[in-house]
Structure formats: C-alpha cells, structure tokens
C-alpha cells in the first residue's frame, strides 16, 4: 500500500469492528428512527403495535411549543411514511417523529400535525412536501472512511479480484454503489481508493461510482463537496493533501475524484427506481437497512442482489446483519469485517 492508507486499521485501531456478532442496534443506531413491521403486519421485536384512538387530531398550544401527537395522527403519519419511503418509526420513536416533523409544521406556520398531514397527503403538494419531510427524518451521519476495514477489503481483496476477472471479460468496466451516500463521504472514500491504487494502474478498466440518497438536501451536500474537520478526520493525512484543498476551515474535494462519482436521487424501497442503476460489482449500503423492517429489508436486499453482478460484493453497516433476511450470498470473511458475496 502506497498511501499507509490503512495503517491504523494494521495497528489494531480501538473501535474497528467486524460486522460479525456487532450487535443490532450498535453504536451507530442511537436516536436514530427505528423501523418495525408494515403496517398490515405483525408486532415487530423492537416496536408495539399501535391501537388508533377515537381522538383524531393533535393541536399545539403555540408555535414552538412542545408538540404531541396522539395515538392515531402518530399511526397517521407512521403508515403514511413507510408507504412513501419503507421507512417506519415504532412506537418508542414516536417522540422522535413529532420533534422532526414539526420543524416542517413550523416551515408552514402550521400548529396542527393533522393539517399538515392532509396537506402533504394532497397531490398538489406531495411531490415537493415529501421531499422536506425526507430532509428532516431521515438521519445523515456518515465520515470518509467510516469503517475502515470494510474500505481495506476493498482495496486489498475485492477490487484485484475483480480486476484479475474483468482482465478476461470484454467489457472492462468496474461500478461501484454507495446506496444511501448522504453527502458524499463514502463514494468519495471509495473515489480516493480507486484513484490511488487502481485508475492509472488499470488504464484499460473504466471506473465508475455510483451514489444515490432519498435527500436531495445532502445529495446537494455531496455534490458540492465541502466538508468540515469532523468529516475527515480518518482520512489519512497524505490523501487529506493530495484530494483536499483547504478553504478557511472547510475541505474542499478534488476535481478528479468528483469525476469519479455520479450522484442522483433515489429512494432503496422503489424497485423500479433501482433498475434505471443498472448493474454495479460492488454495492455499499451501510447504515441505512436499519431504518427498514424485516419485510422491506428483504425488499430491498433483494433489489440489491439483482443489481449485483455474478461475483460481485455487498457490503452493510457495521451494526447491521442479514440474518433471516436472505440466504442468497455467500457470506466471506475479511479481516475484522464480512461480505456478501454473489456467486
Ligand atoms: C446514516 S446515513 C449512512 C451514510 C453512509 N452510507 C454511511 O454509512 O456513512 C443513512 C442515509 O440513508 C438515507 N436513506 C434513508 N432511507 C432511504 C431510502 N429509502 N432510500 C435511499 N436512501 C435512504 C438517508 O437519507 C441517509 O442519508
């Protein structure tokens, strides 16, 4: 490894962990919205069913007030949101949905969440709406180089094995996906690996990365490409100075790597959405399947096999496992971190 890109991860850096036995709800899923079952469906582990009350409606006292929803505008908003999005808040996230969904009440100058429920709910205004209420409930913490053993497969196994099959094949092209990029720092980690160790190495394999989100707003982020301290603050200092240029306190991406990187709106529970993809060799689709239940995970899990291309990778978030979800990869083991393999 030219870059000393992963000798942290070498070192034994504390909180580098496999996926394996991680647990569910680990150190990435505090506060963040839980997921259930459909609505249709039964109770799920980790989330009670709700009883519609007779009471429908829920009225703030005043504007920025603390605001409740009773039962049935949170069993409202709930089915409504997992019908648009797969996205579904349990019960014990009901706290967590109010908070967010009345910054959009705010944006309105709405005090009732049952007006702005009708008012999302009306065709004139979903299209758009629905866009603002993905920005504020859908959680976008990410970092370069989030997990780092999970890039050290990368570079190190995954992507020589995939060179040394495409060498033979007639079409020499490598996609690689990052499935919920929020803004950008994961393909950009996966742009800065491929440019390091594999572009001009490779001249005759055209890379690509491919990034999609259900946010516009970070989709936004990510293609401006500006970050702060917090943000890159894995990255190896000798690629900080060869793919950043320092702004004041901001880290502005290079040219070269955007070049790489194709981001376009997307939403993981739109199956015909996730054909216009095409197929990929590599899909990151970290920290994200822990906003879905156990029905749309596997939706989604298996949109995300029919993507794949033969002998291509899944990679998932570091507290996130497809146990019971599909036996359709083989599962391959790296160090302190797992994939899934299409065979
Ligand atoms: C916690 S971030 C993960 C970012 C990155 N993959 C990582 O691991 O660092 C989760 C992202 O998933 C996106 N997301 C949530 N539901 C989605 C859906 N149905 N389709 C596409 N993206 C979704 C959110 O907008 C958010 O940006």
Same mark, same amino acid.
């Given at each position: 490894?030219?870059?000393?890109?992963?000798?942290?991860?070498?070192?034994?850096?504390?909180?580098?962990?496999?996926?394996?036995?991680?647990?569910?709800?680990?150190?990435?899923?505090?506060?963040?919205?839980?997921?259930?079952?459909?609505?249709?469906?039964?109770?799920?582990?980790?989330?009670?069913?709700?009883?519609?009350?007779?009471?429908?409606?829920?009225?703030?006292?005043?504007?920025?007030?603390?605001?409740?929803?009773?039962?049935?505008?949170?069993?409202?908003?709930?089915?409504?949101?997992?019908?648009?999005?797969?996205?579904?808040?349990?019960?014990?996230?009901?706290?967590?949905?109010?908070?967010?969904?009345?910054?959009? !009440?705010?944006?309105?100058?709405?005090?009732? =969440? @049952?007006? /702005?429920?009708?008012?999302?709910?009306? &065709?004139?205004?979903?299209? +758009?709406?629905?866009?603002?209420?993905?920005?504020?409930?859908?959680?976008?913490?990410?970092?370069?180089?989030?997990?780092?053993?999970?890039?050290?497969?990368?570079?190190?196994?995954?992507?020589?094995?995939?060179?040394?099959?495409?060498?033979?094949?007639?079409?020499?092209?490598?996609?690689?996906?990052?499935?919920?990029?929020?803004?950008?720092?994961?393909?950009?980690?996966?742009?800065?690996?491929?440019?390091?160790?594999?572009?001009?190495?490779?001249?005759?394999?055209?890379?690509?990365?491919?990034?999609?989100?259900?946010?516009?707003?970070? !989709?936004?982020?990510?293609?401006?490409?500006? =970050? @702060?301290? /917090?943000?890159?603050?894995?990255?190896? &200092?000798?690629?900080?100075? +060869?793919?950043?240029?320092?702004?004041?306190?901001?880290?502005?991406?290079?040219?070269?790597?955007?070049?790489?990187?194709?981001?376009?709106?997307?939403?993981?529970?739109?199956?015909?959405?996730?054909?216009?993809?095409?197929?990929?060799?590599?899909?990151?689709?970290?920290?994200?399947?822990?906003?879905?239940?156990?029905?749309?995970?596997?939706?989604?899990?298996?949109?995300?096999?029919?993507?794949?291309?033969?002998?291509?990778?899944?990679?998932?978030?570091?507290?996130?496992?497809?146990?019971?979800?599909?036996?359709?990869?083989?599962?391959?083991?790296?160090?302190?971190?797992?994939?899934?393999?299409?065979?």
């Amino acid at each position: 490894m030219s870059s000393g890109l992963f000798d942290k991860f070498k070192s034994g850096k504390p909180g580098a962990g496999a996926n394996k036995g991680a647990s569910k709800f680990g150190k990435d899923s505090a506060a963040k919205p839980t997921l259930g079952t459909r609505p249709t469906q039964a109770t799920s582990s980790f989330g009670s069913r709700t009883t519609p009350t007779s009471t429908f409606g829920t009225r703030a006292s005043s504007l920025g007030a603390k605001r409740e929803m009773n039962e049935a505008t949170f069993v409202a908003y709930r089915d409504f949101i997992y019908k648009q999005s797969g996205i579904y808040f349990t019960e014990n996230k009901k706290y967590l949905l109010e908070g967010r969904v009345s910054k959009r !009440l705010e944006a309105h100058n709405m005090t009732d =969440y @049952n007006e /702005y429920l009708q008012f999302i709910s009306s &065709p004139l205004n979903m299209r +758009k709406e629905l866009q603002s209420l993905f920005e504020v409930i859908t959680i976008n913490e990410t970092y370069f180089f989030r997990n780092e053993p999970q890039f050290h497969a990368l570079q190190n196994v995954i992507l020589p094995e995939l060179i040394q099959k495409k060498q033979s094949s007639p079409i020499k092209k490598i996609r690689l996906w990052s499935a919920a990029c929020s803004s950008g720092e994961e393909p950009y980690t996966m742009a800065m690996i491929l440019k390091e160790h594999f572009v001009a190495k490779y001249p005759s394999i055209r890379f690509e990365v491919v990034a999609n989100d259900i946010s516009t707003a970070v !989709l936004n982020k990510a293609r401006a490409g500006v =970050y @702060n301290d /917090y943000a890159v603050r894995n990255v190896p &200092p000798d690629l900080k100075a +060869k793919y950043f240029k320092k702004d004041g306190d901001k880290w502005i991406i290079a040219q070269e790597l955007r070049n790489l990187v194709r981001f376009s709106h997307l939403n993981l529970y739109d199956g015909n959405a996730l054909r216009t993809i095409g197929t990929v060799d590599v899909i990151f689709c970290c920290n994200v399947l822990i906003y879905f239940d156990q029905d749309s995970k596997k939706q989604v899990v298996q949109n995300l096999f029919d993507r794949l291309e033969k002998n291509g990778f899944l990679m998932i978030g570091y507290s996130e496992s497809l146990h019971g979800i599909t036996k359709a990869f083989k599962l391959v083991h790296f160090p302190k971190t797992l994939a899934y393999k299409k065979e």
